[in-house]
Every structure is written in structure tokens, then in C-alpha cells.
């Protein structure tokens, strides 16, 4: 009898997580169930099941389980195991965009307005602005209609001196003390209802100032009033009369082949139709119910919980409204239309992703050609001992041996794992010697294995090393001092491109044609790419730092604040003396001394 079919009679009747691992000890699968005993055992019942679960059962070589005290806590748990793990059978949305809002701080005295991406507690939030909306747009409206501030400054006792935004009439200069509380709260006011919906004020002061500009012959403060207004046109005609604008609702569809899945995502903002997103998904969940709310668990933890979702009738709704009020700090109503409005919005989401899943059929299956299917073939191809789940490319950059820096990027089931790169600047090695900086970086690297920042930085499954046959020897020796065993490493060189292994003196060509060389060809081109970013990086700063550190009475403070604002050497170099003054610290001298050395230097 099987570790599996044994371990099956002994599963207990609570709630809980269940871990389904492969042959080597690999996680593939976590799902969550309200009693384990007949979920996990479901799984391997002899009846019909979906050809994913199938694929999924037919690698499980032992589980292991967790009980929890309630199926609250079982999805939260299991939600933290698909970021912990990144199982191979579970939902993953790794590249799931986020789109801008706008947040006001209302928090501060002098509330500012500013575009992000990352949702937080300490402020008011309105979009997400999606479809073409550019949020640069809306914000340069705020402060030609409603003078309200978008800049970083901090507003202390000590009064500041105006800046260009005052003198052109988009902010009324809280920083200098020259405005109230109580009258600027009235700007950020009709500036919130602006936010919400109501956009005939800013139409009608729009279209005034735009007449005064043509009769001045301002032509260029003419147009850019013209194009607000035609951005508020667009805005105005994505609202659906037949909603109440009270409504911020998200509609969630879901759709399925029983291979693979889609979500569309709809969002309403007070009766505006905002857009929409389609997500390809990957899930072995025996019901569609367990996809959706794995689904809204991963979707919702990147994006603002509106005050409503509408989504599939077959949705767990008392759960996952639990989950969001005990877990996440806020009461969501989930609607299951029936009829009405909100189900023919629920109705056009499902055509979306039914859609969607239609016509992205044959990327789906060529992204899994192009990743797992990859992956699996670099196992067979190259004699590893493990499928490499999680790979880790090294690269060195330097020019004459300055400013010499590493990277590391990862591919989790060979996708690209961007928030876990690192990058390294060599710190022990003179001169240009790319075999040493490789040497230290994989030394610092593999020293935090066994150690509590293990859990920041996994153990890899494969490393592989930008270059040849002497890169490759450089770092198993660090492997052999470390006593690492349990590792793949090889090398791919780029000329030829070849693979060389620990396990023979010849390499290995693979078809030029070949997913498994094209997934090795994506790493090491992606950590030379992070290699290079860094370097530049460093060395226009290293450049920046001698330029600046000419002018007199520019220090490192300075030489920040210059940068913060304008990016690069080059737009400073080319900035007029008023540009130069907005600047913190700066003032009419030294904006005029920061010109005048530029200006004989270009």
C-alpha cells in the first residue's frame, strides 16, 4: 500500500490545509477544506475529475495536512502557503498588474494629492484609473481647477518660500503660510467631489479659462485646458445611467475548460465604468468555488476592497465576506445577481472571460511550453537531481574594474521572480577579476543558507553562472568550502551556447529551437540586463557626485534634492534658473551659480 492510501484512513474531521508534494519533496499543490477527511480524499476517489486535478494526482507522491480551528483560518493559511510555496497547481497571479489611484493624505493638515499604486490605511482613495486615463491628467486638473497641492514638501512652523506652483496659480502655498486650514479644506473638498463623479464644475472652469487664454493669445495654456476638458468627456461618457452613482462595485466572472480558467475583473466607481482586467488561471481545485475565492484572496491582496463585489452564485460568500472583515479589516457586501443591472454586468464580465479563455488558449499552453514544460526538460536534459522549481542566475558587471556589482535573479517554475532579484556590489575584490566577484557574491549569497534568513532567500534548486567552463570551476569551489551537495550548478556560455555541468568536462548543445535552452537563454539574459541596471546606476552617481561636488555650496543634500527632482545629470544640466529654484535649499544665487556653471560646460 502507497504512503498516500495509508496516510488517506487517518485524516481527521476538522478543518484545515492540506500539502500535496511531488516525488522530490516539491509543494505543487495547497488547497483548504471545512473537513479534511473528505476533501483530501476526493482528490483520489476513482471518479470524474477535471484533466488538471487529474495531471495534479498523477504527481503526488505523499501530503501532509494542517488542522486549523476554523475555515477561516484554514484560508488564510492556505493563502499563505501559495505565497510561501508557489505551488504548481495553484492560482499565482505573479504578474498582476496594479493600477493608480489617487490618494489624498488626509491625514495631514494640508492634505496633498499624489498617483500610487500601493494601498495603504492613511488615506483617502479614489480610482483605480484604468483604460487609457492617464492620472498625470487628473492630477494636473486638481491643481489648475482646485489649486490643491501635489508635492512632497512638508509643511512645518518655519514658513517656506513660494514656489513655481504659486506663481502660476496651481496651489495657494500652504508651505508659506499663506493660506488657512479651514480655507484650504474647502479646496480639498471640491477637489474629493471632483474625485467622486462630479465633474461639471471643473467643465465649467475649464472651459472659462480656456476662453481667457485664447483672448490673451495664449495658445498653449488654451491647449492644454482643451485637452483636460476632452479627458473629462471621455471620463463622463463611462458612466451607465442605469447605475446608482452610489455604487463602487467590483463584478468578478469566472470561467472554465477544466484545463484551463479565466477571471474577469469589471469596476465601477460611483455608476463610471472604470475598465476591465482578464487573468489566465492555473488551479487543480476540484470545485469552481475553491478557484473563485482563491482567486479574490490573491486579487484583493494587491487591490483596494471596494464596497461591493458581484461575482458567481456558486461563490463562498460568508466565507470570504469573514475572511475580508476578520482578515483584512473591512466589511464587503458579495452579491450573487440573479437579476436586474447587476446581473447583466455580471453577464458582460462572463463574456469577457469566456472570451479571453477562448482566444488565449494557445498562449496559455505556449507559456507552459515555454516555463514548467521548460523546466521539466532541463531536468531530463542536463541530469538533474531535482526539477528546478526555483533558479537563481548570477552575472558580474564592471568597466576596467570600477564600480564592480553582481545580480541575482530568480525564476520560480521558469517564470520571472522579480521581488526576489538582489543585487551585489563586490566589496573584496580589486581590479577587473569577474571569477573573484563571483566567488564573493555566491559566498554571501550561500552563507544565509541554514540561517533565519533562509526564509527571505530559499534554498535554489539550480544556480546557474554567466559564462564558461572558468566561471563554472571559480564557483564550485565556493559550493566545495560551503559544503553544498544538494544543488544544481551549471553554466551557460554565451558565444556558442553552451551548457557545462559538474558531471562532465564535455558541454551540452542544445537545439537552437529548444524551450529548455530558451528558458536558460531568458535567465541569463535577464540577470546580465539587472547586472548592467546596476552598474549604470552606480556610475552615474559616482558621476554625479564629481560634477555636482565642483559647485560650490552644493553638498550631498543638495546634490539629493537635485536629483529627486530631476531624475538625471543631463536634465539638470539643461534646467533654467527658475526650475533649479523649486528645488528644497536652493535658492536665486545658488539656482543662478548651478546655471551659469552648466551653461559654459555644455
Known amino acids: 500500500m502507497s504512503v498516500v492510501q495509508e496516510k ?6 476538522s478543518p484545515g490545509v492540506y500539502i500535496m508534494l511531488d516525488a522530490d519533496g516539491v509543494v505543487i499543490y495547497v488547497g483548504k477544506a471545512r473537513v479534511l477527511k473528505n476533501r483530501v480524499r476526493q482528490y483520489f476517489h476513482a471518479s470524474a475529475k477535471p484533466e488538471k486535478v487529474m495531471a495534479m494526482v498523477a504527481s503526488v507522491a505523499d501530503f501532509s ?47 496633498r494629492f499624489a498617483i500610487t499604486r500601493k494601498i495603504t490605511k492613511d488615506g483617502k482613495y479614489f480610482g483605480p484609473f484604468m483604460g487609457g486615463i492617464n492620472c498625470k491628467d487628473i492630477l494636473e486638473t486638481l491643481s489648475i481647477v482646485y489649486n490643491v497641492r501635489t508635492c512632497q514638501v512638508s509643511i512645518g512652523a518655519k514658513p517656506k518660500k513660494p514656489c513655481l506652483h504659486y506663481h502660476i496659480h496651481r496651489c495657494p502655498a500652504p508651505c508659506a503660510g499663506l493660506i488657512t486650514e479651514a480655507e484650504y479644506a474647502k479646496f480639498v473638498k471640491r477637489a474629493m467631489d471632483f474625485l467622486g463623479g ?89 470545485a469552481d468555488a475553491d478557484a473563485l475565492t482563491a482567486f479574490l484572496l490573491q486579487y484583493y491582496s494587491h487591490h483596494e476592497l471596494p464596497h461591493e463585489i458581484i461575482t458567481e452564485e456558486y461563490c463562498e460568500v460568508e466565507l470570504v465576506q469573514s475572511f475580508f472583515q476578520e482578515r483584512m479589516g473591512k466589511t464587503v457586501s458579495i452579491t450573487c445577481a440573479k437579476q436586474g443591472v447587476k446581473r447583466e454586468l455580471l453577464d458582460m464580465a462572463k463574456r ?7 482566444k488565449s488558449i494557445g498562449k496559455i499552453r505556449h507559456k507552459d511550453d515555454m516555463t514548467k514544460r521548460a523546466c521539466e526538460r532541463l531536468k531530463s536534459l542536463l541530469g538533474l537531481r531535482r526539477y528546478p522549481k526555483r533558479m537563481e542566475c548570477y552575472d558580474i558587471s564592471n568597466i576596467s574594474g570600477v564600480d564592480k556589482v553582481g545580480s541575482m535573479v530568480v525564476f520560480t517554475d521558469g517564470e520571472a521572480d522579480k521581488y526576489a ?37 530559499p534554498k535554489p534548486d539550480l544556480v546557474i553562472i554567466d559564462g564558461g567552463k572558468g566561471q563554472l570551476s571559480a564557483v564550485r569551489e565556493i559550493f566545495e568550502a560551503q559544503g553544498i551537495e544538494d544543488i544544481d550548478l551549471i553554466s551557460l556560455a554565451k558565444k556558442e551556447e553552451e551548457v557545462f555541468t559538474l558531471s562532465s568536462d564535455e558541454s551540452i548543445r542544445l537545439e537552437r529551437n529548444d524551450y529548455a535552452l530558451r528558458l536558460l537563454q531568458r535567465i541569463r539574459d535577464e540577470a546580465h540586463r539587472f547586472a548592467i541596471t546596476y552598474f549604470r546606476n552606480l556610475h552615474s552617481k559616482r ?32 534646467a533654467s534658473v527658475d526650475e533649479l529654484k523649486t528645488v528644497e535649499g536652493i535658492g536665486d544665487d545658488l539656482a543662478s551659480k548651478i546655471y551659469e556653471y552648466f551653461k559654459e560646460k555644455i
Open 65 to 111: 495536512y494542517i488542522i486549523t480551528k476554523s475555515e477561516i483560518d484554514a484560508l488564510a493559511l492556505e493563502n499563505n502557503l501559495i505565497k510561501k510555496y508557489k505551488p504548481k497547481y495553484n492560482i499565482l497571479l505573479k504578474d498582476d498588474k496594479t493600477y493608480p489611484y489617487i490618494k489624498v493624505y488626509t491625514k495631514e493638515a494640508f492634505p
Open 421 to 457: 532579484y538582489r543585487r551585489f556590489k563586490i566589496k573584496t575584490v580589486e581590479g577587473a577579476n569577474d571569477f573573484a566577484s563571483l566567488q564573493e557574491v555566491l559566498l554571501r549569497r550561500l552563507s544565509k543558507l541554514g540561517t533565519e534568513e533562509e526564509e527571505r532567500f
Open 543 to 574: 558621476n554625479l557626485e564629481s560634477v555636482l561636488g565642483e559647485i560650490e555650496g552644493v553638498g550631498k543634500v543638495k546634490r539629493v534634492a537635485l536629483m529627486e527632482k530631476f531624475g538625471t545629470i543631463d536634465k539638470i544640466m539643461h
Open 352 to 358: 469577457n472571460a469566456e472570451d479571453f479563455l477562448a
Open 198 to 286: 462630479e465633474y461639471e464644475e471643473a467643465q465649467n472652469i475649464l472651459t472659462e479659462k480656456m476662453r481667457l487664454f485664447s483672448e490673451r493669445e495664449e495658445f498653449e495654456l488654451a491647449m492644454a485646458c482643451r485637452d483636460k476638458l476632452a479627458m473629462l468627456s471621455k471620463l463622463g461618457l463611462r458612466r451607465i445611467t442605469s447605475i446608482n452613482r452610489a455604487i463602487n462595485a467590483d463584478v468578478v466572472a469566472y470561467a472554465s475548460n477544466h484545463l484551463y480558467s479565466a477571471a474577469n475583473v469589471l469596476i465601477t466607481r460611483n455608476g463610471i465604468m472604470q475598465g476591465g482586467s482578464n487573468y489566465a488561471l492555473e488551479d487543480a481545485s476540484l
Open 8 to 13: 488517506l484512513k487517518y485524516l481527521p474531521d
